[in-house]
């Protein structure tokens, strides 16, 4: 990849069929998100995480008026515009294309494809939703074409309401995505092995 602040593992863009963009929490890093390949179904991809400056890919929650998110907000947005660019450019067709993200990277992933919705591998989002203090629905068009989306959060949640997952589960069935949300009472903020066997089943199989 030509684009600066990534770290990857797995096979080379240049060579692989199919890859993965990884998007880590606030506070987290591009580093350690890359770990969570090690428990994923992605032997043979190009397995990409991108690193947000000061570790936030927006300050605030996801949940406050989005311009109080800007300029942060488009700019990560638009550094995965150019990432899926890249490997479009490279020859990698969109249906082999898959996203994944923690918390603020799980949001991320979400509100992006929403805003570009085609024909994606598959997407899981550990805990998200799509962002702002309510859903603006003029921003989301496109079909997914039965993108597979598998959504896992937990109820309650000190970040994410579970009414919000639900919302944006229904949006994106909405534009002929197949979501799988799924709600754990008593979670902790972080991604179970449930969560990891789930993406596995739904996303990273084939």
Same mark, same amino acid.
């Given at each position: 990849? /030509?684009?600066?602040?990534?770290?990857?593992?797995?096979?080379?863009?240049?060579?692989?069929?199919?890859?993965?963009?990884?998007?880590? &929490?606030?506070?987290?890093?591009?580093? %350690?998100?890359?770990?969570?390949?090690?428990? $994923?179904?992605?032997?043979?991809?190009?397995?990409?995480?991108?690193?947000?400056?000061?570790?936030?890919?927006? *300050?605030?929650?996801?949940?406050?008026? !989005?311009?109080?998110?800007?300029?942060?907000?488009?700019?990560?947005?638009? $550094?995965?515009?150019?990432? !899926?660019? %890249?490997?479009?450019?490279? &020859?990698?067709?969109?249906?082999?294309?898959?996203?994944?993200?923690?918390?603020?990277?799980?949001?991320?992933?979400?509100?992006?494809?929403?805003?570009?919705?085609?024909?994606?591998?598959?997407?899981?989002?550990?805990?998200? &939703?799509?962002?702002?203090?309510?859903?603006?629905? %003029?921003?989301?068009?496109?079909?997914?074409?039965?993108?597979?989306?598998?959504?896992?959060?937990?109820? *309650? %949640?000190? /970040? !994410?309401?579970?009414?919000?997952?639900?919302?944006?589960? &229904?949006?994106?069935?909405?534009?002929?995505?197949?979501?799988?949300?799924?709600?754990?009472?008593?979670?902790? /903020?972080?991604?179970?092995?449930?969560?990891?066997?789930?993406?596995?089943?739904?996303?990273? /199989?084939?």
């Amino acid at each position: 990849m /030509h684009i600066k602040n990534i770290v990857w593992t797995g096979r080379n863009v240049d060579t692989a069929e199919k890859a993965l963009i990884l998007l880590h &929490g606030r506070g987290g890093s591009a580093r %350690d998100v890359l770990t969570l390949s090690q428990y $994923l179904n992605v032997e043979g991809f190009a397995v990409l995480a991108p690193q947000a400056a000061n570790n936030a890919w927006y *300050p605030k929650s996801f949940l406050a008026p !989005v311009k109080e998110n800007e300029p942060w907000l488009s700019s990560a947005l638009s $550094l995965l515009t150019e990432i !899926v660019a %890249d490997l479009s450019e490279k &020859g990698m067709a969109s249906e082999n294309i898959f996203l994944a993200g923690f918390s603020q990277g799980a949001c991320l992933a979400l509100e992006f494809v929403a805003r570009n919705a085609r024909r994606y591998g598959g997407v899981a989002a550990f805990t998200g &939703g799509l962002i702002g203090d309510r859903i603006y629905r %003029d921003r989301y068009a496109g079909d997914f074409q039965g993108t597979p989306i598998f959504i896992g959060s937990n109820d *309650p %949640d000190p /970040h !994410v309401p579970a009414e919000r997952v639900k919302k944006t589960a &229904g949006i994106l069935k909405n534009m002929n995505a197949n979501v799988t949300a799924k709600m754990y009472v008593g979670k902790a /903020h972080t991604i179970s092995e449930d969560e990891i066997n789930m993406a596995n089943e739904l996303i990273f /199989h084939i």
